[in-house]
């Protein structure tokens, strides 16, 4: 099958994959429908994260081809959207809320399963893992709204979940790619009435605010911390959303949220957390990897009813054989998200 293959810093090219083989019971086997590429694959692409060479990405919906014996609750010919992490949904991590750290499950294009940037993949524990699509015939827009459940919304609403946003509260988002703009629309989601979103780019401060932004900040650093400040009368806000993960997007996380209050941090870290700061105004952190699979189910029927539409945030479209221009478009932030299209429904 083709795939697209990672080889080091700058170099995702496709090639060649054997083809995907049910191994375990638990198997199955899904021809993608529709990819994309994460920030945290730009890490990668960039030099500045270690990823093994060979097949990449982790966010795919698709067809099951095949399933094996041990399979239940879905079936060959199911529109299935996949999680960026597998898991049995039974252990007592998964049980307690937290599927990324299921002792049996693990990570799609992580050397020894291919990811979801290329025609098919085996899918471990595919059972627990795969949420079926109910109905048919949906729109594209639909499916690019699917597609974005697997991480980038599911990620944005950890965000949101992490940092208690409730009906009233004063909400800011640091970060304006894929998943902070997704925390935005989480954070309306759940209730907020004040959503200040930290952009300095048009494109993306125009979709804040059709995702629910209500206020735009385009400084950084100390300038934007202020400015939030001086919106909300120097209290800070009722919850921070940190969706970049670098040394300047925490420490304005941390600046802006209020005594008493939570920072719910999804950017995969790469700076440090400032905890004397935050200790001396009890202000607590919490967040992570997002469990996607504890909240595909919720977030679909709101998909599925057209009460959120997440997939715009992919405004940059190419097929599998061009998939190096989905990785340089948003390296060069040309992009928000870059969508890769595999095939027919």
Known sequence: MRAAIFSGPGAVEVGERPDP???EPTDAVVRVVLGSVCGSDLWYYR????????SIGHEFIGMVERTGAGVRGIQPGDLVVAPFIYSDMSCPHCLNGSTISCPAGGNFGNGQIDGGQGEAVRV???GSTLVPVPGSGHSDATLRSVLALSDV???GHHAAVSAGVKKGDTVAVVGDGAVGLCAVLAARRLGAERIITLSRHANRQELAREFGATDIIEGRGEEASQAVLGLTGGIGVDAALECVGTDQSIATACAVA????TVGIVGVPHGQVPFAETFFRNTGWRGG??????YIPELLGDVLDGAINPGRVFDYETDLEHIADAYRAMDERRAIKSLVRMGAV
Not at 258 to 261: D, F, L, V
Not at 289 to 294: D, E, G, K, Q, W
């Open 21 to 23: 083989v049910i191994r």
């Open 47 to 54: 030099g500045e994260s270690a990823h093994a060479a060979g």
């Open 124 to 126: 471990p524990l595919a």
């Open 153 to 155: 919304m599911s990620t």
């Open 258 to 261: 209020r005594p008493g209050s």
């Open 289 to 294: 990897p997002a469990p996607a699979r504890s």
